[in-house]
């Protein structure tokens, strides 16, 4: 009888002599599995090793081995761009125009960049499409190639998004009857603002000028960063219930979040989304956007804010009530104010544990107002001192102080109360007489979804920092990243796990260049066990071993 084991031998000093250690025993010999056994051990071991270790540069029979690149990453971004039907996309845009180089690949090696090592435009194109990757049809690009496709981009960015999104609502049967809207600010590293508004044919002979007017972009405003201090973008964002943003908007600095509705209303009416429940935060309600938002039957779920003195203040919060148990920590009352048509629908949630939380920072923050107040010498009738004007200025320590007629500044108790009766509280608002106040409340509560995409946006796909100054490459650049962040949603919703993870998995696919005396070929090593289960999960063949041979 036979059998086969994996020995290695090693020389012991001690002896003078090799001593052969028996490392594992594979089988019998005359085993019909043990030829599949010992394929998937070579191919374990094999997806451990790097093509560097497994060529060790110069190979039998004149092979060499002369580069190698991540591919596993490259190739999923590529299968996910040619199913929403991009590639197809941007050559019927360009139609027969003869551009000199493939914008369809300029845009693409954006995206990918942007997903995956973001960063310049002219170190994608110095470094990383040269050194860093190997992306098919890029290598004979230039730089002025890649601001040319986003020129392109940017001039066809109506159609492309409304092609993207119809595909994408055939491939995953996408839920519109809610969206998400919500806005951020990115700021600039700049000190002056824009000028007055200018044309995009800021570039001279560009394609994408065709006369269009744009507003000035980067002005000052409310920053949601804590970026007062510089010029800035507004950036608003629509986003379904699983995530995808379908939607996108760039507007001035200085916009303020309830002017944005009426554009984003418009918008979302010409792709037939009028009938969708709209969820929009605080910063987003005005009576004259709730008289929108309601025009043609639409319906929306808003969270009012609670300031004092107000109807929310007033007839909603303080109301008594018994709240309902709905999910977790969260508890929810209805309350209705008015008759008849005018009757308003309120929802007011709220959680224990944030109660909690909320109470026990501003009992902290009083002592040390207290501390600071006692500290500071206050005589009546004289002027403030620099330590007074500074706490009464403070955002931290401002809405609890008030002014007496003598002078002097105290705590004020009724802001206190003010603020005690709305800890662990937020209030709701809908027009949509069929959800209930339970619906309502997680409605809005899934809001979240378009925070999650600024956090991608803001941090994995890194939007900031902005190197353009133009407004239609400003435009182009945040298209560009949008383009990245559903690339990003598409592979996490079918491998129910982040992106960050996902391409963890896909990096250890590597794509070699071997070189013969008759010519070189790419080839791809094997997946390993963690990429063949994301392939798996998004639906994608394993790439081919040999890509190309010249």
């Known amino acids: 009888m036979t059998y086969l084991q994996l020995a290695e031998n090693t020389w012991n000093k001690a002896k003078g002599r090799s001593e052969t250690q028996v490392l594992c025993t594979l089988g019998r010999g005359d085993d019909p599995g043990l030829k599949d056994r010992l394929v998937r051990l070579a191919r374990s071991l094999i997806s451990r090793l790097s093509p560097e270790d497994l060529c060790g540069g110069e190979l039998a029979g004149g092979w060499r081995f002369k580069d190698a690149w991540p591919y596993g990453d490259v190739y999923v971004l590529e299968k996910l761009w040619d199913r929403l039907g991009l590639n197809d996309i941007v050559q019927s845009r ?3 125009r003869k551009y000199g180089f493939s914008v369809e690949r300029a845009l693409f090696a954006l995206v990918a960049n942007r997903t995956l090592a973001p960063c310049s435009k002219l170190y994608c194109w110095e470094q990383w499409l040269r050194e860093d990757v190997l992306i098919d049809g890029t290598r004979d690009l230039e730089l002025q190639h890649l601001y040319r496709a986003m020129d392109f981009l940017e001039a066809n ?3 492309v998004s409304w092609q993207v ?3 994408l609502q055939h491939l995953f049967n996408l839920d519109v009857e809610v969206i998400f809207y919500d806005t951020t600010s990115l700021h600039f590293e700049v000190d002056e603002e824009d000028e007055a508004t200018g044309e995009a044919g800021t570039v001279k002979g560009s394609e994408t000028a065709g ?5 000035a972009l980067r002005k000052r405003g409310h920053s949601k960063n804590g970026r007062s201090d510089a010029p800035q973008i507004v950036v608003g964002l629509a986003v379904t219930r699983e995530g995808f943003p379908i939607r996108h908007w760039v507007f001035p600095g200085n916009t303020v979040d309830v002017s944005t509705v009426q554009k984003v209303k418009e918008d979302l009416r010409t792709w037939r989304l009028s009938g969708c429940v709209f969820v929009g935060d605080a910063g ?3 009576e004259e956007n709730l008289h929108q938002l309601s025009l043609g039957g639409g319906k929306y779920i808003v969270c009012m804010p609670v300031t004092q003195g107000s109807e929310v203040d007033r007839d909603v919060v303080s109301r008594p009530g018994r709240y309902k148990d709905v999910a977790g920590n969260l508890k929810v009352k209805e309350v209705q104010v008015g008759d008849g048509a005018r009757q308003r629908r309120y929802a007011v949630c709220y ?3 944030e109660a909690r939380r909320q109470s026990a920072h501003r009992q902290e923050l009083l002592r040390h107002l207290e501390a600071e107040l006692s500290s500071v010498r206050q ?4 002027a403030h001192t620099r330590r007074l004007c500074e706490l ?5 320590y401002g809405r609890y102080l008030k002014t007496l007629k003598s002078g002097r500044i105290v705590i004020d108790t009724e802001k206190v109360k003010a603020a005690e009766r709305v800890e662990g509280k937020f209030v709701v608002r809908s027009n949509d007489e069929t959800l209930s106040a339970e619906d309502m409340a997680l409605g809005y509560k899934q809001l979240q979804r378009v925070e999650e995409a600024w956090r991608t946006l803001k941090t994995g796909l890194k939007i900031r920092p902005v190197f353009h100054w133009t407004p239609h490459r400003i435009n182009a650049h945040v298209s560009i990243s949008v383009l990245g962040l559903l690339l990003e949603r598409i592979a996490e919703h079918e491998c129910g796990d982040t992106w960050r993870n996902i391409r963890d998995d896909l990096k250890h696919v590597k794509l070699a260049q071997l070189s013969s005396p008759l010519g070189d070929v790419w080839q791809v090593t094997e997946p390993g066990p963690g990429a063949r289960n994301r392939l798996k999960s998004l639906g994608i063949r394993n790439p081919p071993p040999v890509i190309r041979v010249v």
């Open 94 to 96: 360009a139609g027969t």
């Open 157 to 159: 960015q109506e159609e």
């Open 165 to 167: 999104y119809r595909k």
């Open 211 to 215: 006369g269009k007017e744009y507003e």
């Open 284 to 286: 987003m309600v005005s």
């Open 351 to 353: 959680n224990p544990d």
């Open 379 to 382: 005589l009546d009738g004289e």
């Open 392 to 396: 009464r200025a403070s955002r931290r």
